[in-house]
């Protein structure tokens, strides 16, 4: 997928839901919501607690990644994460919170290594099961950032 297209993919996303919904800043997401869920799953990876992630996640869980791929189930998904984050320890933030019904779309960015400031890197969209688990979970990153590059060259490294 070009860039072109993707911007656009990521534009009309957020577009389709912020029209029914208000967006909300990370401290607008009440607890027990879909964007509770989106989070907490911020707080878990800036704690370090890669190998808790897959806990956010429902048994048959459906993960499309940023490395195209898509994996199914909580083993497999925490699996994903407790390989690749050790080599990329991202520092991230929400700006922003859309929800509606069971889902949460969130803006996400990470703080640049070099200048210390944060920039977008990903909108990541969560479906959230009656449990409160993540049911599927797809994230749309930010093409030419340079954390997406990082992340890029954590996922390809043994």
């Known amino acids: 997928m070009n860039r072109s297209r ?9 577009t389709f839901w912020i029209s029914p919904v208000c967006a909300q800043t990370p401290s607008g997401a009440p607890a027990g919501t ?17 190998d808790s992630v897959g806990q956010l996640f429902a048994d048959d869980a459906v993960y499309q990644g940023p490395d195209g791929k898509t994996r199914h189930g909580a083993k497999a998904i925490g699996a ?7 080599r990329l320890t991202p520092e991230l933030q929400a700006s922003r ?25 990903a909108v990541d969209h969560f479906i959230v099961d ?4 993540i049911s599927r979970f797809i994230v749309y ?5 340079e954390t997406t590059e990082r992340l890029k060259r954590a996922l390809s490294s043994p």
């Open 80 to 86: 994903f994460y407790s390989s690749f984050l050790p």
């Open 130 to 133: 009656s449990a409160g688990k």
């Open 6 to 14: 993707s911007r656009i993919l990521v534009i009309a996303a957020c």
């Open 141 to 145: 990153l930010r093409p030419g950032s």
């Open 34 to 50: 879909p964007c509770s869920v989106a989070r907490e799953y911020v707080e878990v990876i800036n704690d370090g607690k890669y």
């Open 97 to 121: 919170f859309f929800e509606q019904g069971n889902e949460c779309m969130m803006e996400l960015e990470n703080k640049n290594i070099q200048t210390g400031s944060y920039s977008p890197i």
